[in-house]
């Protein structure tokens, strides 16, 4: 068995944790090899393969009567399955469908991995600091490969990895409200330096969805959580963070060259006459969902086909390697209203049932991934998720945190162990 404690990482070696420790060793080479060598992506998809072989490995251990699958994986291969369908009727046939299945059956393999190894509270709890651990180490290594005199010039998170500093920067916020979790909810106080410098490497990465998130999940958490002592206090306290962090921002020159200066420019894009000089990149991403729009007003009920968003804007409009940067409007125009409806049923339904465990069981970790999957529904207004493998890591994970708490009729001793009442 892994554990993360104290800055320390352990491996235990037993019998029976052999199984256990080769899924988690899978779990962060995975999460690692997802962004940090960007020359050798295949990696990422093998480590999510031996994610489930691993974690068959402990349903065998388990001697299990019978194969009990996860929801969402039923859920996640009803949803490939239409997707995979949709070729029957795409404007084009191509080699990026083939790309597209193949990176939602890897998911498909990686979230039922997840549902199989959390099998009760504790590994929950250790899920999520081993995915706190990999996103630091991600974090490091981007540190220590980047120049400090290069930092205030943003895209943090790209140079090492090769990859969109977005997409980095969204799965570091991820692992700096898990990190703020474990501070405000269970008072380990050495967890506030873990928040304070994934904040940092997300100013640093000048992705404005990552900022706001990162800004926003810990107010958001501390205003879910009415129950706790001191409410009023806290709620004041995080504002006062929030606004000398913003402050902070627009004030110090190397923050403001990293992120500062494209948050002004996103206000005045919203808010002023649009003649004023703006960051070109807000036209242009405002242009793809007008014609994610024009793709589905066309095709609503079907859509135009997995993946084929990016296939007819290079054939129509010559504009190569180009997404919607909306995953609302993404799915709506290559797959249609059935497609819209299949895949955020399961959001919904995560939803409810992290409501119903944070504010009627009073559970911290409910309250977590329920703060999370909130976030998740605004920040994809300017991301695309749905075939991103890492973003439904954690979506699984938030998955398990609606059921672990009831298994094996620990569900009142949970509750205790886990109240906000404290």
Same mark, same amino acid.
């Given at each position: 068995?892994?554990?993360?404690?104290?800055?320390? &990482?352990?491996?235990?070696?037993? $019998?029976?944790?052999?199984?256990?420790?080769?899924?988690?060793?899978?779990?962060?080479?995975?999460?690692?090899?997802?962004?940090?060598?960007?020359?050798?992506?295949?990696? /990422?998809?093998?480590? /999510?393969?031996?994610?489930?072989?691993?974690?068959?490995?402990?349903?065998?251990?388990?001697?299990?009567?019978?194969?009990?699958?996860?929801?969402?994986?039923?859920?996640?291969?009803? =949803?490939?399955?239409?997707?995979?369908?949709?070729?029957?009727?795409?404007?084009?046939?191509?080699?990026?469908?083939?790309?597209?299945?193949?990176?939602?059956?890897?998911?498909?393999?990686?979230?039922?991995? *997840?549902?199989?190894?959390?099998?009760?509270? $504790?590994?929950?709890?250790? *899920?999520?600091?081993?995915?706190?651990?990999?996103?630091?180490?991600?974090?490091?290594?981007?540190?220590?490969?980047?120049?400090?005199?290069?930092?205030?010039?943003?895209?943090?998170?790209?140079?090492?990895?090769?990859?969109?500093?977005?997409?980095?920067?969204?799965?570091?916020?991820?692992?700096?409200?898990?990190?703020?979790?474990? =501070?405000?909810?269970?008072?380990?106080?050495?967890?506030?330096?873990?928040?304070?410098?994934?904040?940092?490497?997300?100013?640093?990465?000048?992705?404005?969805?990552?900022?706001?998130?990162?800004?926003?999940?810990?107010?958001?958490?501390? &205003?879910?959580?009415?129950?706790?002592?001191?409410?009023?206090?806290?709620?004041?306290?995080?504002?006062?963070?929030?606004?000398?962090?913003?402050?902070? *921002?627009?004030?110090?020159?190397?923050?403001?060259?990293?992120? /500062?200066?494209?948050?002004?420019?996103?206000?005045?894009?919203?808010?002023?006459?649009?003649?004023?000089?703006?960051?070109?990149?807000?036209?242009?991403?405002?242009?793809?969902?007008?014609?994610?729009?024009?793709?589905?007003? $066309?095709?609503?009920?079907?859509?135009?086909?997995?993946?084929?968003?990016?296939?007819?804007?290079?054939?129509?409009?010559?504009?190569?390697?180009?997404?919607?940067?909306?995953?609302?409007?993404?799915?709506?125009?290559?797959?249609?209203?059935?497609?819209?409806?299949?895949?955020?049923?399961?959001?919904?339904?995560?939803?409810?049932?992290?409501?119903? /465990?944070?504010?009627?069981?009073?559970?911290?970790?409910?309250? &977590?991934?329920?703060?999370?999957?909130?976030?998740?529904?605004?920040?994809?207004?300017?991301?695309?998720?749905?075939?991103?493998?890492?973003?439904?890591?954690?979506?699984?994970?938030?998955?398990?945190?609606?059921?672990?708490?009831?298994?094996?009729?620990?569900?009142?001793?949970?509750? $205790?162990?886990?109240?906000?009442?404290?």
């Amino acid at each position: 068995m892994v554990s993360f404690k104290n800055g320390v &990482l352990k491996i235990e070696r037993s $019998e029976d944790n052999t199984a256990r420790t080769i899924y988690e060793i899978c779990f962060v080479v995975n999460a690692l090899t997802l962004f940090a060598f960007n020359d050798v992506k295949f990696i /990422g998809t093998l480590t /999510g393969i031996l994610m489930l072989l691993a974690s068959m490995l402990l349903w065998i251990g388990r001697r299990a009567e019978k194969v009990t699958i996860p929801y969402n994986t039923i859920w996640y291969m009803l =949803f490939t399955a239409y997707s995979a369908s949709s070729g029957l009727w795409s404007s084009y046939i191509n080699a990026d469908m083939a790309s597209y299945f193949l990176r939602m059956v890897v998911i498909i393999a990686m979230i039922t991995s *997840i549902s199989i190894y959390v099998d009760k509270p $504790e590994d929950l709890e250790r *899920i999520i600091k081993l995915y706190i651990f990999s996103m630091l180490v991600i974090v490091l290594m981007e540190f220590a490969t980047v120049p400090i005199s290069e930092w205030s010039k943003g895209s943090m998170g790209s140079h090492f990895s090769g990859s969109n500093s977005n997409g980095v920067a969204f799965l570091v916020f991820c692992a700096e409200l898990m990190a703020f979790y474990e =501070f405000y909810s269970k008072g380990k106080k050495r967890y506030i330096l873990l928040v304070a410098l994934f904040l940092v490497f997300i100013i640093l990465s000048s992705s404005r969805k990552a900022l706001f998130a990162s800004v926003a999940g810990p107010v958001l958490f501390v &205003l879910l959580s009415t129950y706790k002592k001191n409410y009023f206090f806290n709620i004041v306290a995080i504002l006062t963070i929030a606004a000398l962090v913003v402050f902070f *921002i627009m004030t110090d020159e190397n923050a403001y060259n990293a992120i /500062g200066k494209r948050v002004a420019s996103m206000l005045t894009f919203w808010f002023e006459d649009r003649d004023h000089e703006v960051d070109n990149s807000l036209y242009m991403r405002s242009y793809y969902i007008e014609l994610a729009k024009r793709m589905f007003a $066309e095709s609503p009920l079907l859509g135009k086909g997995m993946g084929n968003f990016a296939k007819i804007i290079d054939n129509v409009y010559m504009l190569d390697g180009v997404y919607s940067h909306n995953n609302f409007w993404q799915i709506l125009s290559e797959l249609g209203l059935i497609g819209f409806l299949i895949y955020y049923s399961m959001y919904f339904v995560i939803i409810i049932r992290l409501a119903k /465990g944070a504010f009627i069981n009073k559970s911290r970790m409910n309250m &977590l991934f329920l703060t999370f999957m909130i976030l998740l529904v605004v920040l994809e207004t300017g991301l695309v998720t749905y075939n991103s493998k890492m973003p439904h890591i954690v979506i699984a994970i938030a998955y398990a945190a609606t059921y672990v708490g009831e298994m094996d009729g620990r569900k009142y001793q949970y509750i $205790e162990n886990n109240s906000l009442d404290e």
